[in-house]
């Protein structure tokens, strides 16, 4: 079992930067694969990034691409999403997620049983 919990979000001018975390309770975090995914209002929620157990391939939607940066830290059980140049359509809920190590890069919610609670990102104009 997994649990994680997010932390860092808030309110942001156009942009600005953010730095999204997530701590996971687990024995060996780099057994898993771990992404980030969003959902702003009455919309589906939607991959933003995801990053390997190792944490050197990081991969990123065309909307995340350029501005946001994925990392984590095995050794402290940590996720991180920096955001950068931020705009007011990254207003959302974010979510961080884990799934047990694969080579297949997983961008469907589906491919992920571990989630945060989800923390509130608000981007103003």
Request: hydrophobic share 35%; net charge neutral.
């Amino acid at each position: 079992q997994v649990q994680l919990v997010e932390s860092g979000g808030g309110l942001v001018q156009a942009g600005g930067s953010l730095r999204l975390s997530c701590a996971a309770s687990v024995r060996i975090f780099s057994d898993y694969a771990a992404g980030w995914f969003r959902q702003a209002p009455g919309k589906e929620r939607e991959f933003v990034a995801h990053i390997n157990w190792s944490g050197s391939y990081p991969y990123y939607a065309d909307s995340a691409r350029g501005r946001f940066t994925i990392s984590r830290d095995n050794v402290k059980n940590m996720l991180y999403l920096q955001m950068d140049s931020l705009r007011p359509e990254d207003t959302a809920v974010y979510y961080c997620a884990a799934r047990p190590s694969s080579r297949v890069v997983a961008v469907d919610e589906q491919a992920y049983p571990y989630w945060g609670q989800g923390i509130q990102v608000t981007v103003s104009s």
